[in-house]
């Protein structure tokens, strides 16, 4: 007789003293047991032995099910691989195994060894895969005098998670670092190295970062999920008058084209879906990052390590030596690698870069703070582009809601002005973890460099005056569209208010 996927239980047949590397060896999993009997599905059913061991170790009689071999190995690590446990029964799992008391001078056989066991592994590669599965960007593992905090930043937020005893500390550390390739008797200096892993049948990278605090090393994954990466601008959160002016300005044939916000505000989002947009057999695209985040097809992508000297002003003088048509700068962080830019601008490329100012006028002033030539930026720049993220509201239990009064104030809205409008927030609910929110859109301010804004640069107008003068021809502030998608119900004030910063 023979069972098909579907028929394998929902639920794992517990039986104590039976382990799963034994069901993986002999390919074999329990369907079901009654009184006297215990049903299984095998991979070779005529495999004597294991059947005589079950017998002997269950004191049961064995049913035989022939089983596709695969189906049987998807099935136990469903059932009873870390995936099925919660963190709760790892943890219980490794106390049973780990007794040790760690401490700031362990031996670093003991700590390869610690990392090295079973339940260790499975409790990392659980808290991995729950925050892939949450869709983070980021998982902490942070050190503290008396507990061992793990938290996931999810939409930007972040969020505390059941987090593993501290005296499990050194043990998962050492397990990232081991993924990782780091050296794990380093303690005192921080170390960053990347792991690949497979995850549901997705390959994702992640990038380790850590660092020593006083109480112990402090371990950063950055979670590099190619399958989260959106290569459409339109679904970026592009409002429609900014979207076909940005598509107009990355069609020029040559200048510089700025993408300026802090951190996490979806710089690298927005710039490789650009060069989505503009890559074609044509065009030779190339980028100098700090690390190479995603890889794109048809992009010769380099990662910049000033451990050998490859920074980006040297990394940009020899790209340009390469012939390319387009060339992305991760990040404009000095005077060399923004003069080398707009040289490289001058002379024909299109270059894209990012900057870390709080709007779309602070990226020319903060140029010009470089000692960059003001005559010569207000002839290579194209425009700025400033983002944020904000929080999506929960469509399962979106709500429709009344501002407070002080609220509206901040966006600088009278009672009037609202008042036929309706606003909205999430209640909290299981599928968004009870915040509200799920997923984030962008929200822009983009900066047309015309005329009238070379002739402010050239005369070195601070970041006031020419933000006025840019107001003046019709530029929409973060704010103000962040104020339009609360109009459109897609996000909340308070969010808006939260990443924005009006001067």
Known sequence: MSISFHDYPKEPVVISNLSIEFMKQSRFIPLHMDEDTLKIAMADPQDFYTIDALK???????GVCRGIQDDILEAIERLYGAGAQSIDTIIEEAGKDISEMVTGEEDVDLLRGLASEAPIIRLVNRLISNAVELMASDIHFEPFEDEFKVRYRIDGVL???????????????????????????????????????KISDREIDFRVSTIPTLFGESLVMRILDRETLILDLEKL???????????????????????????????????????????????KIITLEEPVEYQLKG???????????LSFASGLRSIVRQDPDIILVGEIRDKETAEIAIQSALTGHLLFSTLHTNDAAGAITRLLDMDVENFLLSSTLLGILAQRLVRVICPNCKASVNPEKKLLRSMGLSPDETAKLE?????????????????????????AVDD?????????????????????????????????????????IPEVLRVTLER
């Not at 002997?56 to 064995?62: S, T, V």
């Not at 979207?243 to 084209?257: D, K, T």
């Not at 840019?470 to 502030?477: R, V």
Request: hydrophobic share 35%.
């Open 56 to 62: 002997l170790a269950c004191d049961l009689k064995i």
């Open 159 to 197: 969020n505390a998670v059941e987090s593993p005893p501290k005296r499990f500390e050194s043990a998962i550390i050492s397990r990232v670092k081991i993924m990782a390739k780091l050296d794990i008797a380093e303690r005192r200096l921080p170390q960053d190295g990347r792991v690949k892993l």
């Open 237 to 283: 959160g592009f409002p429609k008058d900014i979207l076909s002016q940005y598509i107009e300005l990355v069609s020029q044939p040559h200048g510089m084209i700025l993408v300026t916000g802090p951190t996490g505000s979806g710089k690298t989002s927005t710039l490789y879906t650009t060069l989505a947009k503009v890559n074609s057999p044509e065009n």
């Open 299 to 309: 992009v010769n992508q380099i990662q910049v390590n000033p451990k050998i000297g």
């Open 423 to 447: 606003f909205y927030a999430g209640k909290g609910c299981e599928e968004c973890r009870y915040t509200g929110f799920k997923g984030r859109t962008a929200i822009f301010e983009y900066l």
């Open 452 to 492: 009238d804004i070379r002739k402010e640069i050239t005369e070195s107008a601070n970041a006031e005056r020419i933000k006025h003068v840019a107001l003046k021809k019709g530029m929409i502030t973060l704010r103000q569209d962040g104020w339009r998608k609360v109009k459109q119900g897609m996000t909340t």
